[in-house]
């Protein structure tokens, strides 16, 4: 198993430009979702995912949208950058809900908003 | 609104010592609690998950512990060594909710 993958590891973008940040996974994970890691805020949840077809916001939604069309694939999608969204994005999944499963972390997207 | 605490937010310590980092947390109902270590620039490695019916947890020289009603999670490692050098983050599943909430960590750093 590859595990949790995240694509890109590094990006630079420049204000106003949209990107999408990849995320998948091979382990047939219902739940899926996205963080960011900010120094000094430790990490917040954006928006997460409990099955395909199903999405919902996290702490800090504004300023990313998120689909789910398939049990893999989790893409983030940052509509118009903003240096505020500088930071370091990660991608997790388990198998349910949290009562009783780990979480299981990609790499991280390193992305810098100029 | 559930609010994770890690105290201290750094600690050096000579090799081979035995340290205790300490997580707390001001809603007690939670589904579990998760250890997990970061290595700089590196994502991040579930260290041990502790359901909210079980008090401790044990992998190796590492040994957490739950006290849901005082809201105290405590990681205990053994014989320090310098690759246990990293950033220890500490979070609680939400009861009633599928959120994941995280304290800010605590950097350890292991001298040889």
């Known amino acids: 198993n590859a595990g949790v993958t995240q694509t890109p590891k590094f990006q630079v973008l420049k204000t106003g430009q949209s990107m999408t940040l990849q995320c998948a996974q091979d382990?047939?994970?219902?739940?899926m979702s996205w963080y960011r890691q900010d120094p000094g805020m430790g990490l917040r949840l954006i928006h997460y995912?409990?099955?395909?077809?199903?999405?919902d916001q996290g702490e800090v939604p504004n300023g990313y949208n998120v689909s789910r069309s398939t049990t893999e694939d989790f893409p983030l999608r940052l509509l118009s950058a903003a240096p505020s969204q500088t930071s370091v994005y990660f991608c997790?999944?388990?198998?349910?809900?949290?009562?009783?499963?780990?979480?299981?972390f990609g790499p991280g997207t390193r992305l810098t908003v100029t | 609104k559930q609010e994770v605490t890690q105290i201290p937010a750094a600690l050096s310590v000579p090799e081979g010592e035995n340290l205790v980092l300490n997580c707390s947390f001001t809603?007690?109902?939670?589904?579990?609690l998760q250890w997990f270590r970061q290595d700089p620039g590196k994502g991040l490695t579930s260290l041990l998950l502790?359901?909210?019916?079980?008090r401790e947890q044990t992998s190796g020289r590492l040994n957490a512990s739950l006290d849901k009603s005082s809201g105290r999670s405590t990681l205990y490692i053994a014989a320090s060594q310098p690759g246990d050098s990293a950033t220890y983050l500490c979070?609680?599943?939400?009861?009633?909710?599928?959120?994941?909430?995280f304290g800010k960590g605590t950097k350890l750093t292991v001298n040889p």
């Open positions: 997790a999944s388990s198998t349910g809900g949290g009562i009783t499963y780990e979480q299981y």
């Open positions: 382990m047939n994970h219902e739940y």
């Open positions: 995912s409990v099955g395909a077809g199903i999405t």
């Open positions: 809603d007690s109902a939670i589904y579990n």
């Open positions: 502790i359901q909210s019916s079980q």
């Open positions: 979070a609680v599943w939400e009861g009633g909710s599928e959120k994941l909430v």
